[in-house]
């Protein structure tokens, strides 16, 4: 799908430059719809036009993987001490240049039986979707290379910021597996906590992947209301291994 996708893109202006002197309103439409198979798969996430994103994982018991995107930040000890509270396991999804700033929170993550992962290096949520292949690249390298040397190991696993990508992402992934998310509650909008529960609740299945954000000074509260509450309905936060990851919602 995405070649196709970018062999359309390419041949528009040449279909549009053939059509215009019978049909100009034809050609505009020839590039509105060439740019619309691009723009689509970029600013919605979850779609799979560019190439597979992980959106949920196989399983026959009521479990869910937690994902907590933006960190490390000064509130992430209160995470893990929620976390530990609730013996509840997640993949924290992180800024390189967060983690640069605070080694030690890192590996704390890991130490106390968390799941690191790549969020890009510097977070450009507002552009990343239109940066060049370079920058794409940069963004996932730099951050593989800071997490490498802090954990000693590679992250599996990427997030592009607010979830959007382009179709200069796929080819910059290297080995990594592009996850995004099954319910997400917009919980940066909101210090409630129920506000986030009625949100993700109907989303919530096994095999759900769920996202929340730290940063806030109501993050640590709203992920122990979102955990004590699922945990009450039957759920396990787990991390699923890489054979059980699907594509399908």
């Given at each position: 799908m995405r070649g196709a996708i970018l062999f359309?893109?390419?041949a528009a202006p040449v279909l549009a430059a053939v059509v215009w002197p019978s049909s100009p309103l034809g050609a505009i439409g020839i590039m509105a719809l060439s740019h619309a198979l691009v723009l689509y798969p970029t600013l919605r996430p979850n779609v799979q036009w560019l190439g597979p994103v992980i959106t949920r994982f196989e399983t026959s018991a009521s479990e869910l993987w937690l994902t907590i995107d933006d960190g490390p930040t000064?509130?992430?000890p209160a995470l893990l001490d929620v976390l530990d509270r609730h013996q509840a396991r997640a993949t924290f999804?992180?800024?390189?240049?967060?983690?640069l700033a605070r080694p030690d929170l890192v590996r704390e993550m890991v130490r106390r039986g968390h799941e690191v992962a790549n969020h890009s290096h510097s977070?450009?949520?507002?552009s990343f979707w239109c940066l060049p292949p370079a920058a794409i690249r940069r963004e996932i390298d730099e951050c593989n290379r800071v997490l490498t040397e802090i954990t000693g190991h590679?992250?599996?696993y990427f997030r592009a910021p607010?979830?959007?990508?382009?179709p200069f992402v796929h080819?910059?992934?290297?080995?990594?597996?592009?996850?995004g998310w099954t319910a997400r509650a917009f919980d940066t909008t909101t210090d409630d906590p129920h506000v986030v529960l009625r949100r993700l609740l109907p989303d919530i299945a096994p095999g759900a992947i769920v996202v929340l954000h730290q940063g806030r000074?109501?993050?640590?509260?709203?992920v122990d209301g979102v955990i004590g509450e699922l945990r009450k309905r039957g759920y396990a936060l787990v991390l699923p291994d890489a054979g059980r990851l699907k594509t399908n919602r």
């Open positions: 359309a893109l390419v000064e509130d992430t999804f992180v800024k390189g240049e967060e983690a977070h450009p949520s507002a590679a992250p599996l607010v979830g959007m990508k382009n080819p910059a992934l290297g080995d990594l597996v592009l996850v000074s109501s993050s640590a509260r709203i």
